[in-house]
């Protein structure tokens, strides 16, 4: 089984929608996680508006609580997939030599735009571009 680690700063929007993006097409071939490189979300549910979002896209976040990234998360992982260059390079400032070879950005050569602060449409737009970047980490759906 492959698992995935997706990171963004506080796991409270972008790395919990992959997460679950990531699950629905993988199936049971993978394991996926998320977290954040902050605890200022710590045990709280998933920004209302991504909650919405996935939502309209058939994915359930209702259940997701915000964790903050550990070592032993890390080492979990086969991949670890940051959501824009800056937690890229802080993800690797954190590993070291350890996870270094895992790490790569989601979208592989460009960020994950941020929709915090802007409107349902941004949140909206971003689930989409998440959910198609699933087809760069899983080959196809499995049931």
Not at 46 to 73: C, K, W, Y
Not at 82 to 109: C, F, N, P, W
Not at 115 to 133: K, R, S, T, Y
Request: with cysteine.
């Amino acid at each position: 089984m492959r698992k995935l680690l997706t990171v963004y700063l506080g796991n409270y929007c972008r790395s919990p929608f992959a997460q679950v993006a990531l699950t629905r097409r993988g199936g049971k071939g993978v394991a996926v996680r998320s977290a954040g490189l902050i605890g200022k979300w710590q045990d709280q549910p998933a920004n209302p508006s991504v909650i919405n979002a996935a939502r309209r896209l058939g994915l359930d976040l209702t259940s997701h609580r915000a964790q903050q990234i550990t070592l032993e998360m890390l080492d979990w992982a086969d991949e670890v997939l940051a959501m824009d260059a800056a937690v890229l390079d802080t993800l690797q400032a954190i590993s070291g030599e350890r996870s270094a070879h895992k790490l790569a950005l989601y979208l592989r050569s460009r960020d994950v735009p941020d929709p915090m602060g802007q409107g349902d449409d941004a949140f909206n737009e971003c689930a989409v571009l998440i959910e198609a970047g699933t087809a760069l980490h899983i080959d196809r759906n499995v049931p």
